[in-house]
């Protein structure tokens, strides 16, 4: 009994599946020029659209302190550790944030390709056309060129940096680790102008590694900069004193045995100066292991490939364009089809019914 309302329920599905698949192909004619039509017009948007130029560089740079080694040499010369501890703000991807702040970004914007009359930011402004949407509001009409310098740069300005530092992020620039695996990254710049691809990729590199590096190692820097001052001032003192005291020696030449008094500059002056020495010796080796602190901190930073002008062009994939709009406007006029044939076939059995009832 089961199986024969299963029969029952299954038989108008495939009535319906049939009469679908017969109305489909008795209007092949359509789908096909539909699907002609979706061909040409991919093949003429694939024709539009300009060559582009993409410059990519890879680069390992790691952020981890080489404290082993330099703790083991500076136990050797008798001196600190000078380990740094705390937390690493540039472990892990961090890193890739770094290269997409908005801080880098413009710093590289603003920077002047060589051979080139203007800053990057305003080739990029002139190559996407977004001052001729600018022109024609109120606002941003006066907002174009850039200038030089940030300091000078005006609220609305400031305003449109924004908005091309999402720009660039969001569809021109890609940042990441090409293998998940290896600890190297890559850096790309995608856009239809060869210097812009090319300057930015390069330019946000040197700015990104030089702050990377600069906040590594300004802690280190700091206190190895002020035991130098230490240390010279030091020097310059004993130099003092030793000169002093061969001063003090001269004008007690012939000296009477009997009038000690007169030993007491230079007894002064040799005490100053074994007291400056002795002082001298100290700082100088919290020098030598300031120095050291400084290599442990400073970070592993390699370019392993870099882009070369000029670069690749790369132009659109016709054929991909052609097949891809032919069999989506296939496969959409195909569901259209079948939507109406499902609504008709839904009219036509509520008929059925009402006209029975």
Known sequence: MTDHNEE?????????????IRHLLQRWILILSV????????FFYASSKRQTYTATLTFMLSSESRG???????????????????????????????????NMIQKALFRQPPGNKDILVNIFVKETGLNEDWVEEPRTKNAFPFPKDTAKLTGVQDSLIR???G?????????????????????NTTSTNETFSYYLTTFLMDETSAFFIETKTRLAKQNLEMVQREADSLRRLLGHTITATAASVDRTYNLNPALQVQRAPIQR????????????????????GAKLNLQKEMPLYQIIDSPTLPLKASFPNVVKYVFAGFFLFAFLTIVILLLRFLLKSFKVNNTLSSSNS
């Open 68 to 102: 082993s080694a330099f703790s083991s040499m500076a136990s050797l010369l008798g001196l600190g550790g000078g380990s740094s501890g705390g937390s690493d703000l540039f472990a892990g991807d961090n890193i890739l944030t770094l290269f997409t702040s908005r």
């Open 167 to 187: 720009l660039i992020v969001s569809q021109y620039l890609q940042v990441g680790r090409p293998n998940k695996g290896l600890s190297y990254y890559g850096l």
């Open 8 to 20: 029952i329920s299954i038989a108008p599905v495939v009535v319906f599946l049939q009469r679908a």
């Open 35 to 42: 699907a002609i039509i979706g061909g040409t017009i991919s």
């Open 163 to 165: 908005d091309i530092h």
């Open 269 to 288: 002056s040799q005490v100053n100066t074994a007291f400056l020495t002795a002082v001298y010796n100290e700082v100088a080796q919290n020098v030598i």
